[in-house]
Nanobody
Framework: VQLQASGGGLVQAGGSLRLSCAASGSIFGVNTMAWYRQAPGRQRELVAT???????NYADSVKGRFTISRDSAKNTVYLQMNSLKPEDTAVYYC?????????WGQGTQVTVSS
């Protein structure tokens, strides 16, 4: 499975960005896709997950501001990020995993200026 992430960039605090991650290859029906982020000097942390069935889970720090969604027909997961804060600055990574596989995409930089 290959994951191609896009959509990062520089935005002012309070602004919005939408990240996309397209999966290709051997995609199984039962899978979960997720977004993680890693800020300089910090460990990678979970941002949000979404199952094939559409169940979602969010980190407390992004609840109410970020929305994860997916287009299963396109094997693509999105992360709509609103009301961005400087502390959201990080490299964002998408992940695809099942009970048997685990894949990461390349990161996309999100920088929020104050």
């Amino acid at each position: 499975v290959q994951l191609q992430a896009s959509g990062g960039g520089l935005v002012q605090a309070g602004g919005s960005l939408r990240l996309s991650c397209a999966a290709s290859g051997s995609i199984f029906g039962v899978n979960t896709m997720a977004w993680y982020r890693q800020a300089p000097g910090r460990q990678r942390e979970l941002v949000a997950t979404i199952t094939r069935a559409g169940s979602t889970n969010y980190a407390d720090s992004v609840k109410g501001r970020f929305t994860i969604s997916r287009d299963s027909a396109k094997n693509t997961v999105y992360l709509q990020m609103n009301s961005l804060k400087p502390e959201d600055t990080a490299v964002y990574y998408c992940r695809y995993f099942t009970n048997y596989d685990n894949y990461w995409g390349q990161g996309t930089q999100v920088t929020v200026s104050s």
